[in-house]
């Protein structure tokens, strides 16, 4: 893992991090980079506490979460009506209880909304997995020290670049400045 | 296929059969609970299990005394069975539909296999009439010998309940058929009625204004037990007529 | 203590000689932060070291598991439930009772971790996880009970919703399918509530554990590394969680209660149960989250430095205001059934108060009401772990008797007097043991397992907390990071 041949990525680009302690110091960084010509899509951020994209001044990130939530909630309505309004027509015979009308009133309401917020909470929960690829067992670039509170930026350059970006990192306070490793986590 | 919107509630039914009790005549000999425990293949308790109110008897007399000892006065024998209520609170309540309303007889049905023993009817029954299969009892000789094969036997963990003795209805309505005719007023009877000596219970169809139970039902005396709470009871009792 | 007051010292007096500012940092966790690595290292060592002693306790408990719930179940199942004290009128006992005792421990977490969570109270940050689990194996204890109860409990699965060669479905009419519907929703629901913030917890465990810890905690932190993308998708599912759980928690309580107040009994056919019973849930929760939480402070390491006082006086509020609602409630509901002059709930009230079982009814009353209410007023007392510990335990023990009055007390009474009769549990008692004895067993078991403090939400709260001047007062002043 220590060998420190730099990795050239198949467009020719080498992969790189910067450790920082500090969200003032990051924020910085990722102006700096954006100004020697990163764009943004080209830089990651890996913190040890939610960072909001304002603290870094970094694009919002998109989410699908809520709207899977929503499409959950959906999927568990149509559950619940179908257990309330279709069921009782399976049978060839309609099952009577008491005075109770064979599709009943305030238990549908019931039925309805626990089935609804299951199925809301449920893919809340699956969308997480989807929208960040869970479980990934794979080797990924990181550094133990995010979840020591630091806050290591990545991003790619070109090989020729290299030397200036490590230097400008440095000056605006980076621990370390090294070729991303990808290792098994 | 009939369609859940097609359903009459029974609610706004007056039942089809029914029962007269006359508390006035009734001597408690017990007979009938005899008799119904023979006809439904009723477990044998033990005397232990019943001390500790796990009884299991479909019909049962309720004695009562007013006043403190030793001025006491008994008052008429009350033979309590399932009223087969026209609004059953013990229905709805069955998470496994194991307790339901006829559509045909109009009586509430206790459906033994489906039952899983929530025992949720039993505490919902505004009569306590439902008795719960507590263990497996063993039956002493020689009742092992005298099942009714027109009735199931129930394992633990199962409610039962008195059931008009529907599987005397059936036969009835099967002779009937055969017949082609219909069934007749005092063709037969449920177990407890039949064994009654003093003929404190009578059985019919009340939806027939010509029955012999229908014509007692009307008398002016005649209650239904907590008939307040909506159930609509299928039961009338005498009591100081 | 001994082991962070050095970290905690060099703090301190690096930055001022303030005393008022000292004072405000040794009260708040807030403002007494350490560096994460720090802290990441407290918690792991929190997990790993265990004394004999633990083992001790743990292997009992283990013994009791087995012997008093899975021997005795299967004594049960295979006798019938006549080895149980019930009977006719008291065809629920004990079994209820520990349902809606457990069913009651479980809405803790959910009002600390969710309800604390959308108001942004600062104070839950260290023990929300503490909370939660205890929902989640509150539950379990209460899906135990409940099988329990059951007569055929090996037919249990046709409750279950779907397609069947049966040709038949659950009975939507019934409020014990409502109420398994419910607490399936809330059982699933509260433990991915668990797992969400857990994810960056696992993720610093995996950083730094080696061996099998390792591997577990690999498999279980998902790959999680702590990406813009992934803290935004796990902080929108958090909130979703946040707010759409408390509806799902007040809804299981208010459907356990309807078990009782839609059936047709004197004593329980009355239409303030849903929120008595909701009240009722979280203050027995209240107390039992206190009383874990002396105990995790008590006997794992560096717990000290995380759970102070400042918690049992926040949380010991809470107390102090859901013991009052309570009392609200129970009164209301109380008054309406005696003003109402239906003979039979008459007859039922008279036979709380002055029956056989009449000492529960004042018990509970004292338990509940007198004691919090003498006690809690006090901050120093609120501030005192055991105090607050002895209080917990004495409203649990006031919550279970409410229950007992609620369940087998009120059954014993009816419209039927021939069939009046008292009810004594008989093995009830072991299985009731036995899901206590699970409960701290599948605590223990994950208080070494998982990171029992949220170190990430810890840290995010001592970034937002400073200390501000105003004129010659030093004040907390907090910045919203979200």
């Given at each position: ?185 | ?241 | ?468 001047k105003f004129g010659r007062e030093t004040v907390v002043s907090v910045s919203e990071l979200e």
């Amino acid at each position: 893992m220590t060998d420190n041949i730099s990795r050239i990525e198949p467009s020719g680009q080498v992969s790189l991090l910067a450790v920082f302690p500090d969200l003032g110091p990051a924020a910085d960084a990722i102006d700096k980079l954006r100004a020697l010509g990163i764009s943004d899509d080209q830089m990651n951020v890996i913190s040890g506490v939610p960072v909001t994209e304002a603290m870094l001044g970094r694009p919002s990130q998109w989410t699908n979460v809520p709207r899977l939530a929503g499409g959950g909630a959906v999927l568990g309505f149509f559950g619940g009506a179908f257990l309330m309004y279709g069921v009782p027509y399976l049978y060839p015979y309609p099952i009577q209880v008491s005075s109770q009308a064979v599709i009943p009133g305030p238990p549908t309401v019931v039925i309805l909304f626990e089935i609804t917020m299951l199925g809301m909470l449920l893919s809340t929960f699956l969308g997480v997995f989807l929208d960040s690829y869970f479980p990934n067992y794979r080797p990924m670039e990181y550094v133990k020290e995010v979840s020591e509170g630091k806050i290591a930026v990545f991003f790619k350059c070109s090989p020729e670049s290299k030397e200036k970006i490590t230097k400008a990192m440095t000056a605006l306070g980076a621990e370390k400045v090294e070729v991303a490793e990808v290792e098994q986590l | 296929m009939i369609r859940p919107e097609e359903i009459k509630l029974s609610a706004d039914q007056s039942g089809k059969w029914g029962m007269v009790i006359d508390q006035d005549i009734c001597t408690g000999c017990q007979a009938c609970v005899a008799a119904c425990a023979m006809e439904n293949n009723i477990s044998f308790v033990g005397e232990a299990d019943s001390g500790y109110g796990r009884s299991m008897h479909w019909i049962r007399i309720e004695r009562f005394w007013e006043g403190e000892y030793p001025e006491i006065k008994m008052t008429p024998n009350q033979p309590m069975l399932c009223q087969q209520c026209g609004s059953a609170t013990c229905e709805p309540v069955c998470p496994a539909f194991a307790t339901v309303h006829s559509q045909a007889e109009q009586l509430n049905v206790q459906v033994y296999n489906r039952c899983v023993g929530t025992r949720y009817c039993a505490n919902n029954c505004p009569y306590q009439v439902r008795s719960f299969n507590w263990r497996d009892y063993k039956r002493p000789e020689p009742l092992p010998n005298q099942f009714n094969p027109d009735v199931t036997v129930r394992r633990r963990g199962i409610m039962e309940k008195c059931t008009f003795c529907i599987q005397r209805i059936h036969k009835a309505q099967d002779k009937a058929k055969s017949e082609a005719r219909e069934v007749l007023d005092g063709e037969f009877t449920t177990a407890c009625a039949q064994a009654c000596p003093a003929d404190a219970i009578v059985f019919g169809r009340v939806d027939d204004p010509e029955s012999l139970v229908s014509q007692l039902a009307h008398r002016n005396h005649g209650v239904k037990h907590l008939e307040e709470l909506g159930t609509l009871p299928n039961v009338t009792y005498f009591k100081g007529g | 203590m001994a082991e962070y007051t050095d970290a905690v010292h060099a703090n301190v007096v690096h930055e001022h000689k303030d005393h008022a500012k000292e004072h405000l940092r040794e009260k708040h966790l807030m403002l007494d932060p350490l560096p994460r690595g720090k802290m990441n290292e407290m918690v792991m060592e929190s997990m790993t070291t265990t004394s004999w002693k633990f083992w001790v306790v743990f292997g009992i408990l283990s013994a009791i598991v087995a012997g008093c719930l899975f021997y005795v179940w299967g004594y049960m199942i295979s006798e019938g439930l006549g080895v149980t004290g019930k009977n006719r009128p008291s065809y629920w006992g004990l079994f209820l009772v520990n349902t809606v005792f457990w069913i009651g421990i479980s809405h803790a977490g959910t009002f600390i971790s969710a309800i604390l969570r959308v108001f942004k109270a600062e104070f839950r940050r260290p023990f929300t996880r503490a909370a939660e689990l205890m929902t989640t194996f509150g539950l379990v204890q209460a899906g135990f009970s409940v099988f329990m109860h059951l007569g055929r409990v090996w037919l249990a699965y046709w409750l279950i919703p779907y397609p069947n060669q049966r040709m038949l479905w659950p009975n939507t009419h019934s409020p014990l399918t409502w109420d398994l519907l419910a607490i399936t929703t809330y059982l699933l629901s509260s433990t991915m509530y668990l797992f969400l913030p857990l994810i960056p917890d696992l993720a610093m465990a995996r950083d730094r554990s080696t061996g099998w810890r390792k591997t577990f905690y690999k498999i279980l932190a998902l790959g999680f590394r702590g990406t813009e993308g992934e803290w935004t998708h796990l902080r929108n599912a958090m909130t979703i969680f946040a707010f759409a759980i408390i509806p799902v928690m007040f809804s299981v309580h208010t459907i356990v209660s309807w078990d009782f107040a839609a059936a047709t009994r004197p004593g329980w056919n009355s239409t303030i149960f849903g929120p008595y019973f909701v009240v009722g849930a979280l203050h027995s929760g209240m107390g039992a989250v206190v009383m874990v939480l002396a105990i995790v402070r008590g006997t794992m390491k560096n717990m000290k430095y995380f759970i102070r006082g400042e918690h049992f006086d926040a949380i010991a509020k809470l107390m102090l205001i859901i013991s009052m609602a309570w009392a609200y409630f129970f009164f209301n509901d109380y008054m309406v059934q005696w003003y109402g002059g239906d003979k039979w709930t008459h007859q039922l009230l008279h036979f709380h108060e002055a029956g056989p079982m009449g000492w529960m009814w004042f018990a509970m009353l004292i338990f509940n009401i007198a004691i919090p209410w003498a006690v809690l007023w006090n901050q120093k007392w609120r501030s005192t772990p055991w105090i607050v510990f002895a209080v917990g335990l004495l409203i649990n023990v006031g919550m279970y008797l409410e229950r007992y009055i609620i369940v087998p007390v009120s059954l014993s009474i009816n419209r039927m007097p021939f069939t009046w009769r008292l009810y004594y549990p008989r093995v009830e008692i072991l299985l009731g043991i036995g899901t206590l004895a699970l409960f701290i067993w599948l605590y223990m078991a994950a208080s070494r397992l998982i990171p029992l403090i949220p170190v990430w939400e810890v840290e995010e709260g001592q970034m937002a907390h400073e200390l501000k001047k105003f004129g010659r007062e030093t004040v907390v002043s907090v910045s919203e990071l979200e």
